[in-house]
Structure formats: C-alpha cells, structure tokens
C-alpha cells in the first residue's frame, strides 16, 4: 500500500499556527489525484478547497466552443478553490490535474467557516490569493507578448517549482492545449531546448538538465509571479 503523503508537504497547511493546525487535522480528507482528474468544472458549485501535495493541477478557462487556455498552475504551494471564501460559490475556471499525485481536501462549510473567523487563516489565504491572481495576469501578459520559447521555459520553471525533482511526465499535445498552441510549435519549441541541451524528451518524459538555463530563456514573467509567492507566502510553518 502506498503512504501517504503528509499534509503539511502542502505550504498553505504547513503554515498554519498550531490551534488552527490541530482544529484542521481531523477535517482534511486525503485525496488521490490521478493525471486528467476534474476537480470541478467551470460553473460548478464548489463542495469542497483541495490542497495539493504531491500532484499539479491547472486552472483552464474554457471556451463556448470547447477549447481551452491554462490562467494558472497549483501545486503544494497553495489551495484549489479561492472562490468558496473571495464571495462566491462557483467559478468560471476548470480545475484538471495535469501531474498525478495526491492532496487533500477540506469541505466548503468548513473552509468557510474558517475564513470567517477574520483569523490568521483569512490573512493567510488572502495574501495566497494575490500571488495567484499575480499568476494569472502575469499568464495573459506572456501569452501575448512573449515568444512560445519563453511561454515554454516560463511553464517548465513554474510546473518544477511544484515538484520534487527534475522530471515532469507531460506530453507535447497537453502542453500545447494548455498553452492554448498547436501542437506544432510545442514540438519546435522542445526541440530547440534540447538541441541547446536544456532539457531532454523522451515519451512523454521532460527532463530538465540545465535550470539555469531556462531562467535565462525565458521571460520576466517568472520571477515576477516567482517572487511575489516568495514575497507573500511564509518559507516555514508558523509557530
């Protein structure tokens, strides 16, 4: 049988003070999060906030006609599902895990309740919910100003920052498709990565050999979104 994962992997839980760690722990539900999972879709009602440990999930807005852009990618640095406690119940995005893993969950009453204590938790999830909208503008801003190169690196280096280790399982059509490109130009992109010797590609296997070198490839819009997660979010559990 697999263990599971500790719930304080995830940074938002990991940095809850103590009273409000030990009133959480019986409520959180761990979850398994395998690779296409919805968590919801675009106009659902929100029954429960997710907290991802070891899985990536992407916000994609969807299209009348189907197709769809990722705004936004979650990982252990935060929570799934900031509309239960920023004035609504449902959102316009779909929420699908594009890295399997695991997480957990609290249910909606709940995380509520939580955020109406005007606590540390609304503190806490308020200044998450900056870097997060910091993400998504900083998203739209590349995907129209900066070259698919850049837009590649950008989304390698956030997805990493999201994982332990070096190697994403991902193919080039589900990249493009949340890149919102053809499959073409992910394909041209990669190689040229490679052929630099930035990363390696293998059967849906990205492995990334030279860090360094992909934050000098890409744009500004990853040490902004970077630094603002840095800037907000607390580095340790608080006491």
């Given at each position: 049988?697999?263990?599971?994962?500790?719930?304080?992997t995830?940074?938002?839980?990991?940095?809850?003070p103590?009273?409000e760690?030990?009133?959480?722990?019986?409520?959180?539900?761990?979850?398994?999060?395998?690779?296409?999972?919805?968590?919801?879709?675009s106009?659902?009602?929100l029954?429960?906030?997710?907290?991802?440990?070891?899985?990536?999930?992407?916000?994609?807005?969807?299209?009348?006609?189907?197709?769809?852009?990722?705004?936004?990618?979650?990982?252990?640095?935060?929570?799934i599902?900031?509309s239960?406690?920023?004035g609504?119940?449902?959102?316009?995005r779909r929420a699908?895990?594009?890295?399997?893993?695991?997480?957990?969950?609290?249910?909606?009453?709940?995380m509520?309740?939580?955020?109406?204590?005007?606590?540390?938790?609304?503190?806490?999830?308020?200044?998450?919910?900056?870097?997060?909208?910091?993400?998504m503008?900083?998203?739209?801003?590349?995907?129209?100003?900066?070259?698919?190169d850049q837009q590649?690196?950008r989304?390698?280096?956030?997805?990493?920052?999201?994982?332990?280790?070096?190697?994403?399982?991902m193919?080039?059509?589900?990249?493009?498709?949340?890149?919102?490109?053809?499959?073409?130009?992910?394909?041209?992109?990669?190689?040229?990565?490679?052929k630099?010797?930035?990363?390696?590609?293998?059967?849906?296997?990205?492995?990334?050999?030279?860090?360094?070198?992909?934050?000098?490839?890409t744009?500004?819009?990853?040490?902004?979104?970077?630094?603002?997660?840095?800037?907000?979010?607390?580095?340790?559990p608080?006491?």
């Amino acid at each position: 049988m697999a263990i599971a994962s500790d719930p304080r992997t995830n940074r938002l839980l990991a940095t809850l003070p103590e009273p409000e760690w030990t009133r959480w722990l019986p409520q959180l539900e761990r979850v398994d999060m395998p690779l296409g999972t919805v968590l919801f879709e675009s106009g659902s009602r929100l029954n429960h906030a997710y907290f991802p440990t070891t899985s990536i999930v992407s916000l994609l807005y969807v299209m009348e006609n189907g197709d769809s852009t990722e705004v936004a990618v979650v990982g252990y640095e935060g929570i799934i599902g900031i509309s239960l406690f920023m004035g609504g119940e449902s959102t316009p995005r779909r929420a699908v895990v594009h890295s399997a893993g695991e997480g957990y969950r609290l249910r909606s009453n709940l995380m509520m309740q939580e955020f109406n204590r005007a606590g540390p938790v609304m503190h806490l999830l308020l200044r998450y919910t900056q870097a997060l909208i910091t993400q998504m503008s900083q998203t739209a801003v590349c995907n129209r100003h900066h070259s698919l190169d850049q837009q590649l690196c950008r989304w390698l280096l956030l997805s990493l920052d999201r994982l332990k280790g070096n190697e994403l399982v991902m193919t080039q059509e589900l990249i493009a498709n949340l890149l919102g490109v053809r499959r073409e130009g992910v394909t041209e992109a990669a190689g040229r990565l490679q052929k630099d010797g930035l990363i390696r590609y293998r059967r849906g296997h990205i492995t990334v050999l030279d860090r360094a070198g992909l934050e000098c490839r890409t744009c500004e819009c990853y040490a902004v979104v970077k630094g603002e997660y840095d800037r907000l979010l607390p580095a340790t559990p608080s006491s």
